[in-house]
């Protein structure tokens, strides 16, 4: 059995991460862990009461005025940004408050339908406060960078998920922190091959997350080698009840988001903030309420995107921590190549500036499928049924095993692996390749080497022209049959010999 991930998350508090956050308290069960610490971003931050921006970080991104006063004509930082001695600040105290009440209050039904998620007062003791007063500012170690400082120096080697919500700043912190300790000492190459082996940074793309820091502070010159990761696919942006992959669009719009998410689903989701539900951000400008105003007018030049009332209003960070979960059977956790529930985890190598370059090739495509979305989206549906419901009257993931995970096999050769499932509902279960989790290459369409003629055993013919080393990922699926269907996956990888 895999080990639960270990992992830090640092948030800027904007909106769609207060969503992130309610979200993840429904799959608390599934981590360990270790804090949740605030942070600053170029969008938010609370400034300390003296200095200005420029004096802090000169080379700042805060779009300042261009964003709050009205459509930007460009994502270039506003000059007059650096007199600022605050932008946009978060409501510091919003995750404490949130845990004492609304999640102490579903905590009960929770803890019925899985162990591990943690007592209100254990996840309280977690919550950390880092370097949140300007973007980029990595001047002080703070109780949070020390967290994270002390996580990364431990005795464990297993992998340190570090999730950046916002600026990376305070990761930045806590790993020149580091530096500064030991990069004149003759324990240093050991120091940073440790670092460099024990953690991975999500969040961060071409070295830059919502700041300049990580490269500011030559991060990958003091620790080189050192890994930012992300998944094929996000979850869900602000876009995207407009924008979502066909199969999944009509869940993320108000027909299926309010009922399944936000009416009748106790304080915890009630909170969760949808386009046009009523909801007021502290702190925030006007412009960006979407409570009370369900519109993206971002860019001058481009039309206007209006949303109907409770149309999932996003979580932009919530792809930083769904790619860790194993409770569904996918082995990415295992191997990054295998897969996760956001498709396969990859080793970032963009440059800085190629994040523009990207964003811009995304539209023109169009949004891939993610053929794990559907279920993701099911399952979450089915644990807000978790914060009212007792243990009977609500769904769960059906168990699924196989008689092989791996196997090695020849070019022609046939392979034959059963399945099975534990589940007390009824189901529907089938075989498929994943196509994107494996590393075969040649002409043949290896869809059609793969039958289950009685649905969970399979017989698989490794293709003629497959070259050693070639892997191929086979799945299995059960989803149930319920109101919010539940789906589990077994897991095969038949590599090339």
Known sequence: MIKKPRTILTTDMECDDMNSLIHLFLYLNELELEGIVYTSSQFHWNGDGIHTLNEVTPHYCCLGRKETDGPMPDREPDPSAKDMMLFRPFETGWIEDTIKNEYAAVYPKLSQHAEGFPAPEELLSKVYYGNYWFEGDVRYETEGSRLIERCIMDAREDTLYLQSWGGVNTIVRALLSIWEKYSDKPEWPAVCGKVVKKIAILGVFGGQGQDNSFLDADIPGKFPG??????????????????????????????????HFKVNHGPLMAKYALYGDGTVFRGEC??????????????????????????????????????????????????WRYGTMLGVLRVDTMQRGDMAAMMAEMRKRGPRKNPFLKAYHEDFAARA????????????????????YDLCAVPGETVTVRGSVADVRPNTAKWWLYKEGSSYEGGADADTALSADDSLTLTFTVPSDAQSGDYFNLILEARNEHENPMTGYGQLIVTVR
């Open 226 to 259: 050192i890994r930012c990761i992300r998944g094929d696919y996000g979850y869900a942006s602000f876009m995207t009840a407009k924008t979502c992959q066909e199969d999944v669009l009509p869940m993320m719009q108000a027909g299926y988001m309010y009922p």
């Open 286 to 335: 006007d412009r960006y309420q979407y409570g009370l105003l369900p519109v993206l007018d971002w860019f001058l030049g481009q039309e206007p995107l209006r949303f109907e009332k409770y149309d999932i209003l996003g979580e932009g960070d919530s792809g930083t921590y769904i790619p860790l979960f194993t409770n569904f059977g996918l082995r990415g956790m295992e191997d």
């Open 385 to 404: 049924d978790w914060c009212v419901k007792d243990y009977a009257e609500a769904n769960h993931n059906p168990v699924v095993k196989l008689s092989a």
